[in-house]
């Protein structure tokens, strides 16, 4: 049973323009929610997160946006630039998980130039 | 400041092999997390380790795999004998401690067992 899921496989955007990656959550009792962005090859790097107790985190042009009552979460990167290409994993994560990040399947995004 | 360093990068072995993989965490980090990543089941935790006490293991798959923390900048991961269907990337991670939920994650082991 997936507790965290990205429905969308991939994305596609003009640069300059706002992407808006979603993802859905089940267990009421994750507490903290993560982004994290991966390039070919490489390991998945953090990029922003958010406690349940907020409902929106910005860092430069990332911003996530948390609604806890839908139990869904999304990254907005506003402008978006061919560099963001890359596949993004939200996590979610409490003490009710023991501190276990739960990842969602990912969500390719290509910024076209 | 370097980040988790993993070796090898890449490993081919062929079947009933054994194969180990290592993984020093970012120094001062006391909480270590094994990952593996398929394309059938994404990414998925398999063990971690707090302050090199092993605290969860309920994700390895089965007995043939075993992870060890002998001291805080270094862990094995091993798969004794290497089956095709372990062919997956596996992936290392710190963080500061459990309750700081960021981790960061080394560049992976690419693992090909024919």
């Known amino acids: 049973d997936q507790q965290v899921k990205q429905n969308s496989p991939s994305l596609s955007v003009q640069e300059g323009r706002i992407s808006i990656l979603n993802c859905d959550y089940t267990?009421?009792?994750?507490?903290?929610f993560l982004w994290y962005k991966k390039y070919p090859a490489e390991g998945p790097t953090f990029l922003i997160s958010i406690s349940s107790i907020k409902d929106k985190n910005e860092d430069g042009r990332f911003t996530v946006f948390l609604n806890k009552s839908a139990k869904h979460l999304s990254l907005h990167i506003v402008p978006s630039q061919p560099g963001d290409s890359a596949v993004y994993f939200c996590a979610a994560s409490g003490t009710d998980s023991s501190y276990k990040l739960i990842f969602g399947s990912g969500t390719r995004l290509l910024v076209r130039p | 400041d370097a980040g988790v360093i993993q070796s090898p990068r890449h490993e081919v072995t062929e079947m009933g092999q054994e194969v180990t993989l290592r993984c020093k965490p970012i120094?001062?980090?006391?909480?270590l997390f094994w990952y593996r990543q398929t394309m059938m089941r994404g990414l998925e935790l398999l063990i971690y380790f707090n302050n090199n006490v092993p605290i969860d293991d309920s994700g390895m798959p089965e007995d043939r795999f075993s992870a060890k923390m002998p001291n805080a900048s270094f862990s094995t991961l091993k798969i004794q004998p290497s089956e095709p269907r372990d062919s997956a990337v596996y992936f290392c991670?710190?963080?500061?401690?459990?309750?700081?939920?960021?981790?960061?994650f080394g560049p992976g082991t690419r693992l090909t067992v024919t």
């Open positions: 991670a710190s963080s500061t401690s459990l309750a700081t939920y960021e981790q960061y």
């Open positions: 120094s001062g980090h006391n909480s």
């Open positions: 267990n009421s009792m994750f507490d903290y």
